[in-house]
C-alpha cells in the first residue's frame, strides 16, 4: 500500500494510483508538444521580462575581469550616485544573448499570464498563494540573481514543464520554502539583497525572524502567524564542527544560513525554470536529475518517516520522467554521488532499495548502462 495514496489498490502506481503497465513500457503523464512549446515560450519571456524589469535603459551593461573569469555588470546613475549591480558570468551565454537583446526586449505581464492561465488549465501545478507571493518577492529583491536557488517542494513542482510531465497529489503540498546559496557566491559576489526579513513583511507583515539555537544574534529561519516557515540554507563542505554554527550571508542581506550536508551537490551547477503565478516568475532549481539523486540520500537519513516517504515519491516520480528525457545525465548524477565516498553510497543503496521495484529496476539498468569510463564498481 501506498504510505500517500492509502486507498491505492496492489498493482497500481503509487505515484499517481493508476495501474501498472508491463514492465520496459512508461506510464508517465506527459503533457502535449503544444503544452512543452507553450512552457519554453513562457520561460523565455519570463527570462527577457526579468531582465526588463530589474534594468533600467539609463543604465548600461558592462563586462568586469574578476579573478580570471568576466562577468556582466550593469551601470547606472541615479541621484548623482553611480551604482554597479552583478548580473552573471560573461560564459553563461543565455545572459550574454540577453544583454544583447536588452535594447529590445519589452515588458509583456498580461500576455504571459495568459500562458501561464493556459498551462494551468492544462495540468501543470501552481503554487498556492503565499507560495507564489514569496517567491516572486525574492525574485524581483534579487535571490536568483545573486544565484540563489530554490530548493525543496516547490523546485520540484517546477519540473513539470522542463520535462514535460505532469504532477499531481501530495508531494507537490507544503508548508516551508527553502532558499540557499553557496556561501563563497555570498560572500564575493560584491551585490546584495534587501534583509529577507523586509522583503517577506513585504508579502505578511507577521513574519518573524526565529533566533538560532546556537547564536541568538542570527537567524535563518523566518515563521508568519500561520506558522508558514521560510528557511535559509548553505551547503557544509566543512567538519561537523560548523553543522550547528549558522553562516552569515552577505549577499542575503545578511541573513544567517542553515549550514547542510549533501547541498553542495544538490545546487551545483543548477537550471532555470518558472512557477507559474500571475505572469510567471523565472526561478533557479537545482538540475532535476541532482535533486532526484539527493532525495534518496536525504530520505536515508530522515528520522521522520513521513518525510521520508515524501522524499522517495517526489524521487521515483522524476527518476520516471528522466530515465526517458535525460538518460544520460541521470547516470551522470549518480555516478557523481556515488564516487563521492563510502557514506554517501551507503546512503544512496539505502534510499535505492525504498523505491518501488519497478523505479529501482529502471534505475539499476540505467547507472548499469552508463558506467563512467575506466570505473568498474557494482553500482
Known sequence: MSMLYPD???GYNMLSCTPIQERGTTHLDEISLATQT????????CLDAEFDETYSERGRFVRVRSRGKTYWHFRI???????QIYVGPYADESITDRVRRFESIKSDFKERQELVRSLVAAGLPSPDALNGAIVEAMWKAGFFRLRGVLVGTLAFQAYAGPLGIKLRGRPLQTQDIDFAQFWGISENIGDSMPPIIDVLRRVDETFEEMPHVSDPFVSTRYRNRQRFVVDVLVPNRGSDDHQDKPARMKA???????????LDYLIYEPERSVLLT?????????RAERYAVHKLIVAASRDVQVKSAKDIVQSAALIEA????RPRELANAWHTAWETGPRWRDKLEDGRERLPTEIKDMLADLVGKHKPRGKTQNN
Open 38 to 45: 507553450t512552457f519554453a515560450e513562457l520561460l523565455q519571456r
Open 77 to 83: 546613475t541615479e541621484d548623482g550616485q553611480r551604482k
Open 278 to 286: 500571475k505572469g510567471g516568475v523565472p526561478v533557479t532549481v537545482p
Open 252 to 262: 542575503l542581506g545578511g541573513s544567517g544560513a542553515q549550514p547542510l550536508r549533501h
Open 8 to 10: 491505492c489498490k496492489k
Open 322 to 325: 528522466l530515465v526517458v528525457k
